[in-house]
Every structure is written in C-alpha cells, then in structure tokens.
C-alpha cells in the first residue's frame, strides 16, 4: 500500500511508523517495559536484546538510505523517506517513495531487512530480530574464540544457538529457491524475484510491481511463501516428525574444520 501523496507528511510519517515499531517489538517485550518502565536493567535479557537489535536496524538502515538514495530530496522530506523505507520492511507493506527507483544496493537492504522481519511474539513475520542478533552474537563468540554466546551478562543455551540456524537456514532457503525459481520461469531479473519472495515470506507486501505480472505458478509459490513464512519451516518438521521417532543412542564423536 502507497502512502506517497503523504510522504513530505511528518504527522501520517511517524504516526505510521510507531505503529509499525509498536507492533513489532512483541508482547513480552511490552511486558517488560510497563512493568518496569524506563529501567533498562530489570528488563529480561530477551527484551534487552530485540530493543537493541531493533534501534540498530532502524538507525543504521535509515544511514544507508540517506546517503544512498534520497540525495535528490532536501530537508524533512529526506530524513522522513529514510527513516520510513528503514522502518517499514520488517512488518509492513507501506511505503513513500517508489521502491522500482531504488539503487541495486538499497534493493538488497531492503531484502535484508524483510527477512529478518519482527521480534518474537509480535504481529511481524521473517526469520526475528532475535534470531538475527544470536547470528551475530555466534560470530563474535567465535571470533573471541568463546565457548559459550553470551549477551547482557546471560549465557544462551546451545539449543537456542542450533534453533537460530536452523531458523535463519529456513528463511534463506525459501526465498532464494523461490526467487530463482520465479526468476528462471518468468525470465524476469532474479534481484527483483528475490525481492518479492523475500517480501512474501516476512509477510511484508511490499513489490516492486512484478508481482500482478507473474504467471500461475509463481504466484502459487508467492502464496506458499506467505504461508511458509508466517506459520515458520520448524513448526511443520516437528508436526511431522514426533519424538517417537528420536534416535536413544549417540553416534560417536568426531570434528571437522568449517571455514
């Protein structure tokens, strides 16, 4: 949904965007902040780690965009477009500028940023802005050749660690199967397809106006997409496979070098 007649509109601009942040953040986030108000300390680790993650990936984006694209717009009007095209990937399906004029590079943030979508227990689909932030969390344990993830002086289980990959691992694979997969049978660009699959699975809705061009099949596997994304790749396995059919015994140990 456009909101490009409103986009010199500072009122309808940060309404919109609280609305998108509010709704974003998660329940239990909300929890934390009106039982302890503005005490960023008695917030449960959790909470602690999706606002962060959330002020990072509305800021540093909306540096991006900036610089980047809105060089041709002046004062408010330029600091209101970057702000909103940061904010709006990860939840909703609105915008204020065209999304087809985009750089290569923007085009790929905003992918970015759809795929990492909302935080748990919030109205927003993609992969959690949680599970974003044990990604980057793992690399810098590993880097620090730490043994365990660590965040807020907490240490994070190494089942929630495989759980994050197995997440994150889900959502790349579904949007880069189905935006090649459109891209090979439409014979369309594969950055744009990628776009629209990445939109489809955060559940975004924003296109770059491909999406009332597509075929049938490609928009069947839009659809899929969609359902993939909001219902996640993880709960259908464990449907599937029950604990009945856990393996009791261990295979021996053993290592091998990654990287």
Request: glycine share 8%; charged share 15%; with cysteine.
């Amino acid at each position: 949904l456009s909101l490009t007649s409103y986009a010199v509109n500072p009122v309808i601009n940060i309404v919109i965007m609280l609305l998108i942040i509010i709704g974003g953040i998660g329940f239990f986030t909300w929890e934390d902040i009106y039982l302890h108000k503005f005490h960023f300390k008695h917030y449960h680790m959790q909470s602690k780690v999706i606002l962060t993650t959330t002020l990072c990936l509305i800021l540093l984006p909306a540096v991006f965009f900036f610089f980047q694209d809105y060089g041709n717009l002046s004062g408010i009007h330029r600091l209101l477009a970057s702000l909103f095209q940061a904010v709006t990937p990860r939840t909703a399906g609105f915008n204020t500028t065209d999304l087809s004029m985009l750089t290569g590079a923007s085009k790929a943030m905003m992918i970015l940023l759809m795929l990492i979508g909302g935080s748990p227990s919030s109205t927003a689909g993609g992969m959690k802005t949680t599970t974003f932030a044990l990604l980057l969390l793992n690399v810098l344990a590993t880097f620090q050749s730490c043994d365990d993830v660590t965040a807020f002086g907490r240490r994070i289980d190494a089942s929630v660690i495989k759980n994050d990959n197995n997440d994150r691992n889900d959502v790349f694979y579904l949007v880069f199967a189905g935006g090649m997969t459109i891209s090979v049978y439409e014979g369309l660009p594969l950055s744009s397809c990628l776009f629209e699959a990445a939109s489809a699975v955060g559940t975004v809705g924003l296109t770059l106006g491909i999406t009332p061009k597509l075929h049938i099949l490609s928009q069947i596997i839009l659809i899929i997409l969609m359902y993939l994304g909001r219902v996640g790749g993880l709960t259908l396995i464990y449907a599937v496979f029950s604990d009945k059919n856990k393996r009791k015994a261990r295979l021996p140990l053993d290592k091998i070098i990654v990287g």
